[in-house]
């Protein structure tokens, strides 16, 4: 049992590139979130999605985009890596939006 | 804004002893909190769910308790082990704004030996 999966766990990008963060779910649940975490300033909603085809703003997401074209995946893109987008990268899902959320293993991403 | 406060941030406790690890947020329009657990350059790792009807949850030796009108919530560990050592959040799933997760920033529990 997968759970929720993020692909890459680890990547080092210069400021200007761009990439793409996937997160993959097995557990049929309909919401997915993008958290960042980072020292000092707690975990923070990025996007979030409330099902397949729907994409919302959440606390930060300047400088972020997202999709989610199926059910079990839920990405996320930087277009123009800025170094204040070096963080950990965490995607949760959760059945329904007062249900128990699961956490992926996160992506430690550096931007130089 | 939510904002939610966990205290003390750091604790250091010798094996076996039962400690309580606090949370207090400030907007009560809440579904449920949970409670996680974080090891170093890990993910997070869900504990404990509290409904917003409910008052407490257990789970083997832990034990969350959700004062929902005073915005309070305790997580109590009993015969704490080495392992026990790690991050733990407690977070709040709000009624509004897109029924999003909002953190406390953790304490970090050291159970020594």
């Known amino acids: 049992n997968a759970g929720v999966t993020q692909t890459p766990k680890f990547r080092v990008l210069k400021t200007g590139q761009s990439m793409t963060l996937l997160c993959a779910q097995d557990m049929n649940h309909e919401y997915m979130y993008w958290y960042r975490q980072d020292p000092g300033m707690g975990l923070r909603l990025i996007h979030y999605s409330v099902g397949e085809g729907t994409t919302a703003k959440g606390e930060v997401p300047d400088g972020y985009n997202v999709s989610r074209l199926k059910k079990q995946n839920f990405l996320l893109g930087l277009e123009s890596a800025a170094p204040s987008q070096t963080s950990v990268y965490f995607c949760a899902s959760s059945y329904f939006y007062s249900t128990e959320a699961f956490f992926g293993q996160g992506t430690r991403l550096t931007v130089v | 804004k939510q904002e939610v406060t966990q205290i003390p941030a750091a604790l250091s406790v010798p094996e076996g002893e039962n400690l309580v690890l606090n949370c207090s947020f400030t907007?009560?329009?809440?579904?449920?909190l949970q409670w996680f657990r974080q090891d170093p350059g890990k993910g997070l790792t869900s504990l404990l769910l509290i409904q917003s009807s409910q008052r407490e949850q257990t789970s083997g030796r832990l034990n969350a308790s959700l004062d929902k009108s005073s915005g309070r919530s305790t997580l109590y560990i009993a015969a704490s082990q080495p392992g026990d050592s790690a991050t733990y959040l407690c977070?709040?799933?709000?009624?509004?704004?897109?029924?999003?997760?909002?953190f406390g920033e953790g304490t970090q529990l050291t159970v020594n030996p």
């Open positions: 907007d009560s329009a809440i579904y449920n």
């Open positions: 977070a709040v799933q709000q009624e509004t704004s897109g029924s999003r997760l909002t």
